[in-house]
């Protein structure tokens, strides 16, 4: 699957986050997805990468300093310099994950990375609403509503995995609702 990703974490995973231990404690979780970004250059081709572009900065920088402008290689310096904090950037971003957890007590969202969790949504779940903004086949926006509130959730995926998440967001909080009854 190309893109986001959203799945159901392993039980290894459920027994060290704080919301969920806390949602495993409210009853049943009919949801526990988690949604997380596409990372579409792995560690290792980011070191390939950024030896060719200061492979080819230094071979650039060797011909302008021969040709007398030496100043020139400290430009191409910020430029390699430029593209690694570009990256590292959005690597630490592609480490950030968000968490929709769904019991017949609450709806919660959290995004979480590996040094921090912070809940961005909760509310009681027989009042949540799931808002779906759909154009053609497609599903552009994906939203929790509460009297007036909301949060969007699954801004990572695809339009395409957007909707499929919507259905299954969609089917556990009417299962947790009826839990409720």
């Known amino acids: 699957m190309r893109g986001a990703r959203w799945r159901e974490p392993t039980p290894s995973a459920k027994a060290v986050s704080g919301p969920m231990v806390r949602a495993q404690m409210m009853g049943q979780t009919y949801m526990d997805a988690v949604i997380t970004p596409h990372r579409s250059l792995s560690e290792r081709g980011f070191i390939i990468l950024i030896a060719i572009v200061t492979l080819a900065n230094c071979c650039s920088?060797?011909?302008?300093?021969?040709?007398?402008?030496?100043?020139?290689?400290?430009?191409?310096?910020?430029?390699?310099?430029?593209v690694l904090v570009a990256f590292t950037v959005s690597f630490r971003q592609a480490r950030r994950v968000e968490r929709v957890t769904i019991t017949a007590r609450d709806v919660v969202v959290t995004h979480e990375t590996p040094s921090w969790s912070r809940v961005v949504w909760e509310s009681p779940t027989a009042f949540t609403r799931v808002?779906?903004?759909?154009?053609?086949?497609?599903?552009?926006g994906l939203r929790l509503a509460l009297s007036g509130r909301?949060?969007?959730?699954?801004?990572?995926?695809?339009?395409?995995?957007?909707?499929?998440?919507?259905?299954?967001?969609?089917?556990?909080?009417?299962?947790?609702?009826?839990?409720?009854?």
């Open 61 to 82: 920088a060797a011909v302008f300093v021969h040709m007398g402008a030496v100043f020139v290689p400290f430009f191409l310096g910020i430029d390699v310099m430029a």
């Open 131 to 140: 808002n779906v903004e759909r154009e053609d086949e497609h599903t552009f």
């Open 150 to 181: 909301e949060v969007a959730v699954a801004q990572a995926l695809s339009p395409r995995e957007r909707g499929e998440f919507a259905k299954a967001l969609e089917q556990a909080i009417w299962e947790a609702r009826r839990e409720r009854g």
